[in-house]
């Protein structure tokens, strides 16, 4: 540690603040949460007293520094900030305000974000089983010290990893905007082909039926699909004895697949190769692409596009909004506007051309973000005053 860093226990520079409020069955609500990983508060849900069991709830104001008793080990840290300003929290958050001019908050923030630190919570944690259910008390976290140099080295700390930050932050919305300018290209190559036909998908793709027997000792590594036209992706692996599918389906790169409730919120999309070989049950019909009519990029990108989704709405049944099912039957009636050869080729060749692109842009931004924990370890180690 650094010769210009003291230890000081929290105790000594943060105080409890608890903003507790009756809650009023007429009143409007913002309900907090804290997201994992030190990534903030955020408004969970919006609800009206009547709505909430609790008695009590506590206002949270901005620059609060705040923790979620059950999950701090999994790094549920956060410093309030205008969106969470005169936002609600259970008791399970305990709220706390620099008590002492020596310490700037953004500094103790950047220091709970670090990976070591929850690890620290972890072994503080106390309750019962499994992990999920321990909590990290108050007076426990109070207790820990903390490594403190001067205000001047506080702020030059801050500015270097907020440096980074920004870095991180500009590489995410450089990748987002390539994204979204692909998509708005492909759309538009299909989209402007004057010599597409019209072909209902039961030309184009055959449904698949259910290939797996599932045994009960077996691990499946099943796949799912965003929601909003975000694709498919892998999820997680399950054992057979922890759902009750009898049969599943395997997946295998260039099917189409989507979830029956969910399709109509665009999640459909054709299987990349980072899926090819996973599961996905019986309630997501799986299509194997006839690609002598159609390649399987002229489907991505097409269902894709939010401009087709309330189409499929009209085809989905279903009591209300959110139980509405799109059935294999109705998306093989669906009718495609089909471009000729010569575009879906083009389509292709493009496509390739700006994924390539995405990944590289994506190889950048994930190494800005593994610098990240190296820059706070450094930092607070005191290798940057």
């Not at 008791?91 to 620099?98: G, R």
Request: charged fraction near 25%; include cysteine; glycine fraction near 6%.
């Amino acid at each position: 540690m650094s010769a210009r860093m003291t230890l000081v226990q929290l105790g000594e520079i943060l105080t409890i603040i608890s903003r507790p409020e009756a809650v009023d069955p007429t009143q409007n609500y913002d309900i907090l949460g804290a997201r994992w990983y030190a990534k903030g508060l955020y408004i969970k849900e919006q609800k009206k007293g009547s709505q909430i069991q609790a008695n009590t709830l506590f206002r949270v104001e901005k620059g609060d520094l705040v923790y979620n008793r059950l999950f701090a080990w999994k790094g549920s840290f956060a410093l309030a900030d205008e969106v969470a300003d005169g936002g609600y929290v259970s008791n399970e958050f305990p709220c706390f305000a620099v008590k002492s001019p020596t310490v700037l908050p953004k500094y103790l923030f950047y220091y709970f974000s670090q990976e070591s630190w929850w690890n620290q919570a972890l072994g503080l944690s106390t309750g019962g089983t499994p992990t999920s259910r321990n909590r990290l008390k108050e007076k426990s976290f109070l207790a820990l010290e903390v490594p403190l140099p001067s205000l001047e080295e506080q702020r030059r700390l801050i500015e270097e990893i907020e440096s980074l930050s920004g870095l991180i932050t500009e590489a995410q919305q450089l990748r987002e905007h390539i994204v979204g300018e692909s998509s708005e290209l492909a759309r538009s190559i299909i989209r402007n082909d004057k010599d597409a036909q019209l072909v209902p998908m039961r030309d184009l793709v055959r449904l698949r039926p259910p290939d797996v027997d599932v045994e009960a000792e077996r691990t499946y590594q099943f796949a799912g699909v965003y929601c909003f036209g975000r694709g498919v992706f892998r999820g997680n692996a399950k054992s057979g004895n922890e759902f009750a599918y009898p049969k599943l389906t395997r997946i295998r790169s260039g099917d189409f697949v989507y979830p029956k409730l969910m399709a109509w919120e665009g999640a459909l999309g054709v299987v990349p190769h980072t899926c090819d070989g996973c599961v996905v049950s019986t309630e997501f019909p799986v299509f194997e692409v006839i690609q002598e009519k159609v390649l399987p990029e002229v489907l991505d990108v097409h269902f894709r596009s939010p401009a087709v989704w309330p189409e499929l709405s009209g085809s989905s049944t279903g009591t209300n909004v959110r139980r509405r099912r799109l059935n294999p039957t109705d998306f093989l009636a669906y009718r495609l506007p089909l471009p000729s050869r010569t575009v879906q080729f083009r389509l292709r060749a493009v496509m390739a051309n700006l994924q390539e692109a995405e990944k590289l842009q994506g190889e950048v931004l994930a190494e800005y973000k593994a610098l990240m924990p190296a820059v706070l370890k450094s930092a607070f180690s005191g290798s940057l005053m």
